[in-house]
């Protein structure tokens, strides 16, 4: 495959001398160089953002205008091992590491849109890149064209059937209230376009549940309590908590505040924490 380097838009590294607790690798394991590249980033929504659909994407549906490659390296055992790393490290400095996933949600990419959501590509009246099955992962792409608002209307309406028979009902309950609040979100010219005052939508809307999604701390309604945390909007705080394992001394009371940084994500455990503003990282 031949890549110019211009369109190399992020690099990482399996380095098989890394351990962790999750993770023993094995002696013959060989280091590899994963390189992420794409012809249309300038005109990816998710790249503006500095993410991309196909970084730590394992297992869902990979972007239809971006491409991966790896680039197997040696063993450990090899003596060449190390400076190998430390050479595709230097070589790639601009790029390494560069950008994070992107959240599971309707996103513009170069000449059209990815529509990442379960079951959404099964079906058949919706020109999609590739249509999925039980045993065929879909590709969720629809050309600029084709993001109309009939095709907008069959992908609400539509209800796909399991191989054993029957609905898979958790479409219509969860993939299609989250696709609708996020074109509501994200584009909202679509939105309006799609529904134009229809109450299809907004019907949706009223029974969506963000228990459960991750949101950026910063963005859900202040005064709710996480976890034994208050947090104001600003700060998160705590009175009269033990956080030590013993005490160095007798106390009567404590009080302790912590300021997240801008990235800072936290798991939704009510409704009530969300407002228009509320950014959801997934």
């Known amino acids: 495959m031949n890549i110019n380097e211009s369109d190399i838009i992020h690099v ?35 790249y503006k953002k500095g993410q991309c659909i196909n970084v730590g994407n394992v297992f869902g549906e990979k972007c239809a205008v971006g491409s991966k490659r ?13 400076d190998q790393i430390r050479s595709w490290k230097e070589c790639y400095s601009d790029v390494y590491n560069k950008l994070k996933p992107a959240p599971k949600k309707i996103t513009k990419v170069s000449c059209g849109y990815m529509l990442p959501y379960a079951f959404m590509s099964m079906n058949e009246s919706v020109p999609f890149a590739r249509k999925s099955s039980a045993f065929v992962s879909g590709k ?43 074109l509501k979100q994200c584009y909202p010219e679509l939105y309006s376009m799609a529904f134009d005052g229809s109450e299809v939508a907004e019907s949706k809307l009223k029974n969506i549940s963000f228990v459960g999604r991750k949101a950026l701390l910063k963005t859900l309604k202040p005064n709710i309590k ?24 007798k106390w009567e009371s404590c009080y302790c505040e912590f300021k997240p940084n801008d990235d800072s994500v936290v798991k939704v455990e009510s409704n009530e924490w969300v407002t228009d503003e509320t950014v959801f990282a997934d």
């Open 12 to 46: 990482h590294i399996f380095d098989p001398s890394e351990r962790n607790f999750f993770y023993k690798p094995k002696a013959n394991e060989k280091s590899e160089l994963h390189v992420y590249s794409c012809k249309g980033k300038d005109g990816c929504d998710a």
């Open 70 to 82: 790896i680039i197997q390296g040696s063993t450990r055992r090899a003596n060449k091992f190390y």
């Open 140 to 182: 969720p792409f629809l050309a600029d064209e084709d993001m109309t608002k009939e095709n907008i209307l069959n992908i609400c309406s539509f209800r796909p059937q399991a191989l054993s028979g029957g609905e898979i009902s958790k479409y219509q309950k969860e993939s299609v209230p989250k696709f609708i609040y996020d």
């Open 226 to 249: 996480i976890k034994e945390f208050i947090w104001d909007g600003e700060k998160l705080k705590v009175e009269n908590k033990k956080f030590m394992s013993f005490e160095p001394i």
